[in-house]
C-alpha cells in the first residue's frame, strides 16, 4: 500500500506539474498563433505607411502576426473588397480595416464580421457589425481647419472675409464626408463672410488636384482661400499655388502630412495641416482587436485625436512627433 500511495502521490504531483504549466503556457502560445491582418486604403501612401508602422509595432510587443494588406489606390474599391475576402478566409482571430468607401464596404464588412471581429480605423462604412471603431472625429477636424483658415486668412488680410474654395479627394468616403460637412457647418456658424464659390470632387490623384486648383486660379482671381481635404489633394494643391506665387494670396488648409506637405508649410506655401495620429490608429487598432480576439471588453469609439500645424507650432515637441513618426 505505501508503495502504490507513494507512486500515486508521484503521479498526481507530476500530473499538478504539467497542469501548472499548461496553465502558464496559453498566454504566449496564444500570442505566437494569432493573426491579426490590418488592410488600408492604399499601401503606397505615406499616411498609410505611418498607419502600417503602428501595426507592424504593436504586433512586435504583443508577439502577435500582422499581414499587411492593401490596395494601390484609395480608388480601387473592388480591390479592397476581394482583399477582405481572402483575408477573412485565412480565418485570423480578428481583422483590422480602413474602408475605402462607405457604402460600397457595407455590406462586404457585414459579411465579414460573421466569421471573425472586425476593427475599424480612419473611415467608416455603411455597416454596424464593428465591433470597436479607433478614428479621428472627422467632423471636428472639418471645424477645425474652417478655424485654421479663417485665422490665416484674417491675418493675411485683416478680415474673415472672402471666396474660398473646398476640394475633396473622392465623393462617398465617409472621413472625407465628415470632414467636409464639419468644415461648411463651422463656416456657417462662425464666418458668415467666406464664401464657398467652388466645392469640387477629385478622383483620388494628386495631379487631378493640382490641375483643379490651377483652373480655380484662372476662373476665380478673388479667391483667398482653399480646403484640400486629405494628403493627396493637399499634395496636388500645394503644387499649383508653389508653381503660382501665391502662397502670400490664397492661404491652405490640409489634411494629414508628408515630408512634401510639410516642405510646403515650412515655405508659406501652405497655411496649415490638420493632422491626425495614424500610428495610433495602426497600434491600438491592433491591440484592441487582440483585445477583442482574447474576450476582453473594448471601446465601440475611441477618438485618437487632431491638431492644427502651423509654421509657428510645427516645432513644439508634440506637433513634432505627429510630423515625424517612426515609420521604420
Known sequence: MSILKSMTRRALIGVAGAAMMVSAMPAASFAQDVTIPIIVKDTTSFYWQIVLAGARA???????????????????????????????????AAVVISPTEFKALGKPIDEAAKSVPIIGIDSSADSKAFTSFLTTDNVQGGRIAAD????????????????????????????????????????????????????????????????????????????????????????????????????????VIGFDSDEKTVGFLKEGVLAGLVVQDPYRMGYDGVKTALAVSKGEKVETFVDTGANLVTKANMAEPKIDALLNPKVN
Do not use: C
Open 58 to 92: 504593436a504586433g512586435k510587443d504583443l508577439g502577435v502576426t500582422v499581414p499587411e494588406l492593401g490596395a494601390q489606390s484609395e480608388s480601387d474599391i473592388n480591390g479592397q473588397i476581394s482583399i477582405l475576402e481572402n483575408a477573412v478566409a485565412g480565418k485570423p
Open 148 to 251: 485654421g483658415l479663417a485665422a490665416a486668412i484674417k491675418e493675411a488680410t485683416g478680415k474673415e472675409e472672402g471666396e474660398i474654395a473646398v476640394i475633396t479627394s473622392l465623393p462617398g468616403v465617409g472621413s472625407l464626408d465628415q470632414r467636409h460637412d464639419g468644415f461648411m457647418e463651422q463656416l456657417k456658424a462662425k464666418y458668415p463672410g467666406l464664401t464657398v464659390v467652388a466645392d469640387k470632387y477629385a478622383d483620388g490623384q494628386a495631379t487631378t488636384g493640382l490641375n483643379m486648383m490651377t483652373d480655380l486660379i484662372t476662373a476665380n482671381p478673388n479667391l483667398v482661400g482653399v480646403f484640400a481635404s486629405n494628403l493627396i489633394m493637399a499634395q496636388g494643391v500645394g503644387q499649383a499655388i508653389a508653381e503660382n506665387k501665391l502662397g502670400d494670396k490664397i492661404k
